[in-house]
């Protein structure tokens, strides 16, 4: 075994320590601890036996294939059976994901291997591929290759898009073989297992192994290549009952691990945790180690035997395959292990390797809510699988917390500075001081990374620690507050606290389930009692914390920007405080975690699971600016006003606005539209027209219309409508103001416009009887305009007559109309109808119209018959012909007014 085999199996039992000359190192033996890991189940089917399980990479989720045929998709975020797929009457040994096609590939005991499309539900193809049982499906990661391998002891690759031609042969194997896979990390190598007791490892270019790998003593029935770091390792399990880790590259065996009773019949490395997942006959899956190999937990969900297990790379998700069915669970939290400096350093882990990138390089062209393109290095590895990392306040040093340990790395050059056993790891606000929960989950504290004699008097059963300004330790029901020089309570409060985060200000955040509070805790209290020799009680000082106010939002992480907190909520909306207040900077559709804040970049940065880096800007002007107006220190908000950006200033009028500051934010945002909306709530509508002008939209030109009317600004309601195109508008001020001269403008415009009912009406109101007739026949309304001239211009009845019968296609219509000049019988007082027009043509030419004090009059003018009174007239003037002065009947004569009213009405009469 060589020296790189034999550090890794001391991995976890001793830590290298180099002081910074590198000159003396020491060596320390303590306790092993387990990997703590939640196992939370997502789903529980029941079936027939489940020979294969698999995991779409984008969708939640989880392929089965059963001894009895059938294919199933479960959803295992809904716990819902997606869709089945009757694939053969034989058992189906294996099934497979190809994303990239929306296919589902099968392999069954009928020796074919058949493909389905799973959004169509249509089968692509099924083509007999081996003389035996189909065992095992393997896809290219990148080319359209599948290998298949089977009973009859070959493996075959098969090239979809060349008609799904068998394109080469791999013979050697001696007896069944039970699994092929591909090499993650070379995916022109793959490697099988078979039960000859071998593995063997080929080349796509070649029918002959490349090498054997032996140790089993029994038959080997699967395998599964490591996907992270630097290992070239193969894991592999057996009917002896065995595991075996393999090192391809040596061609030997690294580890033999024993835990199984019965055959194992799945293995796979977890390719987000260090962790060997195995399943045996059983019924037990046993978790193991990926460094130390020791046995870290083993399930058993009580489905018989175990035959198959994948894992969802990205995710902490595993799929178990069973006798009577299936489960999916996922293991621990998918939080990555990364931290930020306050220069904008970030590190993180990827399995046990250290990554680095700065923030500082990408600048420039960063935009709110975009993945920020970072250089990535490698800074190093670690010792231990990390579940946290943590920066020391001033940037220093990183802390990594894993495996029931800690090592603390200097951050620049990655060398370890100091290790220990711990569960929990906190930092002081000095970078020389933190704390750890050790495994009899006791607190101990360190300074210049010496352990220090202070002890705390702490409750019992403790579930966290927090550092910060103070220590605090949280345990069911109860939340305390130490102090680090001297392990004095502070305070202890009776909450069921999640988490406590500090500002640099003295300020905290306590946080429960649905809510946080804003706390002050009162040093100046704390030194007085020490002053003065105060003896300090369990509970600790009272009147240690003042409560600023409660906040109604669940907090998934947090940090502090000067006096504002930053916090993501179960919701996963970014907000942060000013005051008792809360506002929303973003909104996410995945889960996101906070990095940190950059007060010289003005931004907050953030990461997903996938380590993508994002940022929003967040001034620390605008926080200051804001918490100045509530305490309603407007002298300091105008001082501050200038150093905001200029970006940021719509958001600041937006916050003055909620604070019914409306002046204020009408003189600070610089959208228009805000502008406008302010401008109208301040009833500054002479502001709100010039704006309206730079908007130069319709519904602004119409609120404001509305405005003006009800501030009684006729003229500039007008130019509002005018603006708006809005007739309708303009047309009631000009009739109910009797503007003449504003309806011809308006007939004119709406006609031009196309608007023919708007404009018919103008040139109605205007007497303008021609203009009418004119617009009915310009819109080929002849037959209307013959009717409307009957009733308003008589004399332009016989030529529009002849105009409508000749614009008719059907002669036997156009011989049914007739006109007052051809049928004279028919019309029998069209003669009156002639005088009533010539009447009303010389009272339009008349300069003296009806005056408004003459309203009484007139206002039965609607109801007036004027034939009626042309025939009365006429009658007097033939029964008078002895009067030789007599006026002609041929002489327009003006109606008079009714002796009797009308009855009275409250519309104005209109011009006959």
């Not at 270019?205 to 490591?226: K, M, R």
């Not at 059983?282 to 297990?309: F, P």
Request: a negative charge; charged letters at 25%.
């Amino acid at each position: 075994m060589d020296n790189k085999i034999i550090k890794q199996n001391l991995i976890g039992k001793e830590r290298i320590r180099s002081n910074n000359n590198k000159k003396k190192k020491k060596k320390k033996k303590y306790e092993i601890q387990p990997l703590h890991l939640d196992i939370k189940r997502q789903l529980t089917t029941r079936s027939e036996r489940v020979k294969c399980v698999d995991f779409h990479p984008t969708e939640p989720w989880m392929l089965t294939s059963l001894y009895d045929g059938t294919i199933a998709i479960w959803n295992y975020e809904t716990q819902e059976m997606i869709k089945t797929f009757e694939v053969s009457s034989s058992p189906v040994r294996t099934a497979k994901f190809v994303s990239r096609k929306s296919w589902i590939v099968a392999g069954a005991d009928d020796m074919y291997i058949s493909v389905f499309n799973y959004n169509t539900s249509e089968k692509v193809i099924s083509f007999e591929a081996h003389a035996d049982y189909v065992r095992s499906i393997a896809v290219h990661p990148s080319r359209p290759y599948i290998l298949s391998c089977s009973d009859d002891m070959t493996i075959k690759l098969w090239d979809w898009e060349n008609a799904w031609a068998n394109i080469m042969v791999f013979e050697g194997h001696t007896n069944f073989i039970m699994q092929v896979a591909f090499n993650p990390k070379d995916s022109n190598t793959f490697a099988s297992a078979c039960l000859d007791k071998t593995i063997k490892v080929w080349s796509l270019g070649s029918p002959i192994a490349n090498f054997t790998l032996e140790g089993h003593t029994e038959g080997v029935n699967c395998l599964d290549y490591y996907q992270g770091g630097e290992k070239p390792y193969i894991v592999s399990g057996a009917d002896d009952g065995t595991v075996k880790v393999w090192d391809y590259q040596n061609k030997s065996c690294v580890q033999t691990l024993e835990g199984h009773t019965q055959n194992v019949d799945a293995v796979c490395f977890h390719p987000e945790l260090p962790l060997i997942i195995s399943g045996s006959e059983d019924g037990n899956i046993c978790l193991w180690h990926s460094n130390t190999y020791r046995l870290e937990n083993k399930l058993n969900y009580g489905l018989e035997r175990v035959w198959a297990i994948c894992c969802l790379k990205g995710s902490n998700s595993i799929g178990v395959g069973y006798d009577n069915g299936s489960i999916c669970i996922k293991m621990g939290c998918e939080e990555p292990a990364i931290s930020m400096d306050n220069s904008g350093k970030i590190i993180w882990a990827k399995h046990n390797n250290i990554k680095t990138a700065n923030t500082k390089a990408n600048l420039e062209n960063v935009k709110d809510g975009e993945i920020m393109q970072l250089s990535v290095k490698d800074l190093g590895s670690c010792e231990l699988y990390p579940h946290s990392l943590t920066h020391s306040p001033n940037g220093r040093f990183v802390a990594v917390c894993g495996d029931g340990e800690y090592i603390i790395y200097t951050a620049l050059a990655w060398r370890n500075k100091s290790f220990g056993s711990a569960i929990e790891f906190v930092w002081a606000t000095d970078s020389n001081e933190f704390a750890i929960l050790d495994q009899n989950y006791q607190v101990r504290l360190y300074k210049h990374f010496k352990e220090t004699e202070v002890k705390l008097n702490t409750p019992m059963n403790i579930d966290k620690i927090n550092g910060g300004t103070l220590l605090s330790v949280q345990s069911p029901g109860l939340l305390c507050f130490y102090s680090w020089d001297n392990g004095d309570c502070i305070r202890c409060m009776e909450i069921n606290a999640k988490n406590v985060y500090w500002s640099d200000s003295d300020l905290v955040v306590i946080v429960g389930d649905e809510f946080f509070y804003i706390l002050r805790y009162n040093r100046l209290a704390y030194q007085k009692a020490l002053e003065e020799n105060i003896q300090i009680s369990s509970e600790g000082l009272e009147d240690a914390f003042e409560v600023l106010s409660e906040v109604n939002e669940s907090v998934k992480c947090g940090f502090w920007v000067g006096d504002s907190f930053v916090f993501i909520n179960s919701s996963n909306r970014l907000n942060f405080t000013v005051g008792n207040q809360t506002n929303t900077l973003a909104y996410f559709d995945q889960n996101m975690y906070l990095l940190g804040y950059i007060p010289k970049d003005n931004r907050i940065y953030l990461s997903d699971k996938d380590i993508n880096i994002y940022s929003y800007s967040l001034p620390q002007s605008v926080i200051e600016f804001e918490t100045a107006i509530l305490r309603e220190d407007f002298e300091s908000a105008k001082m501050i006003l200038p150093n905001i950006p200029s970006e940021q200033l719509n958001k600041i009028a937006r916050f003055l606005e909620s604070q019914k500051l409306y002046e204020m934010a009408l003189n600070v945002s610089t959208d228009p539209e805000h502008k406008f909306s302010l401008s109208i709530q301040l009833q500054k509508l002479d502001v709100a027209f010039e704006i309206a002008k730079e908007l130069d939209d319709i519904s602004s030109w119409k609120k404001l219309s509305e405005e003006a009317l009800n501030a009684w600004k006729f003229d500039l309601a007008e130019e509002c409508f005018r603006n708006a195109k809005n007739y309708e508008g303009l047309l009631m001020m000009y009739q109910a103001s009797g503007n003449i001269k504003g309806i011809l403008e308006l007939a004119n415009a709406t006609e031009q416009a196309g608007k023919n009912n708007i404009a018919f009406l103008c040139y109605l109101l205007a007497n303008d009887i021609k203009k009418c007739i004119e617009l009915l026949i310009k819109t080929d309304r002849i037959n209307e305009a013959v009717l409307f001239a009957y009733s308003y211009m008589p004399s332009a009845v016989p030529e529009l007559a002849q105009m409508w019968k000749a614009s008719l296609n059907n002669n036997k219509v156009a011989e049914s109309i007739t006109d007052p000049i051809q049928n004279p019988d028919l019309f029998p007082d069209y003669k009156y109808s002639l005088m009533a027009e010539s009447a009303i043509q010389v009272q339009n030419q008349n300069e003296n119209k009806f005056k408004t004090s003459e309203y009484t009059k007139y206002k039965g003018s609607l109801d007036w018959n004027l034939i009626e009174a042309m025939k009365i007239k006429m009658q007097e003037i033939e029964g008078q012909e002895s009067k030789p002065t007599e006026t002609p009947a041929e002489t327009p004569v003006e109606p008079e007014a009714p002796e009797t009213p009308a009855v009275e009405s409250t519309e104005a009469p209109e011009q006959q």
